[in-house]
């Protein structure tokens, strides 16, 4: 069946730091890929997406690339700061069930200053 | 635009009860969705809910059960409350059943079954 395999966290960086959280997939057909950012006490924000091979997604200095070849989707950020600290999802979603998506674990990002 | 709003924010049953988490979308958006989140399982589909019909569900027994409204906004029930019905129930709404449309969440409601 489908489902997102995203890396084991907590993850504690220093402010500056590079990041890189790794997401792979397994979906049949084309999925629809999305990273989604919760803070404490919130619900899930979507943070950037992509839906087809190839295609980058990009938002508040966080990128993605969609890796068909590699069913990956890993999230990176050049210069992580404090207030990056939350918990990212990585969710899919399949071609053919509408709006049923696919949540990774999460992984807990710690920046310290 | 006010984002989805989930009501209430923190319930707290005891076990064999019921229970019922209301959510109002963002305006204009017809589909709701509503999630499980534990810190054991993660978050997992429960059901979607397009034009006052389920359309999907999750692997969840028949305790579980929602419904939508014509104006969208959705409720959902739980019955016979277990323990680990403890949870963070999330909803989230889009505006179109299109894969790939992004959910909008709410804030939750955290549900605590003694």
Redesign the interface.
């Known amino acids: 069946g489908d489902s997102v395999t995203q890396m084991e966290g907590p993850v504690t960086l220093s402010e500056e730091a590079f990041l890189t959280i790794n997401c792979t997939y397994t979906a049949t057909g084309y999925?629809?890929l999305?990273w989604?950012v919760q803070y404490p006490?919130?619900?899930?924000?979507?943070l950037l997406?992509a839906?087809k091979a190839d295609d980058k997604g990009s938002n508040k200095g966080f990128e993605a690339t969609y890796r068909k070849e590699t069913t990956s989707f890993h999230l990176e950020k050049g210069s992580v700061q404090v207030s990056d600290s939350a918990v990212y999802?990585c969710a899919l979603?399949?071609?053919?069930?509408?709006?049923?998506?696919?949540?990774?674990?999460?992984t807990s990002l710690t920046v310290i200053p | 635009k006010a984002g989805v709003t989930q009501t209430p924010r923190y319930l707290i049953k005891t076990r064999g009860q019921q229970v019922t988490l209301s959510c109002s979308p963002i305006s204009g958006h017809r589909s709701v969705s509503w999630y499980q989140q534990t810190p054991g399982q993660g978050l997992q589909f429960l059901f979607e809910y397009f034009s006052e019909t389920q359309r999907n569900k999750g692997n969840f027994p028949g305790r579980f059960s929602g419904r939508q409204f014509s104006n969208s906004r959705s409720e959902m029930n739980v019955s016979t409350l277990e323990l680990g019905d403890s949870a963070l129930y999330l909803c989230a709404s889009s505006s179109v059943r299109g894969y790939n449309s992004p959910l909008h969440f709410g804030n939750g409601t955290r549900l605590t079954v003694t």
């Open positions: 999925p629809s999305f989604y006490g919130e619900g899930l924000q979507l997406k839906t999802f979603t399949p071609s053919n069930t509408g709006n049923q998506f696919y949540f990774g674990t999460g």
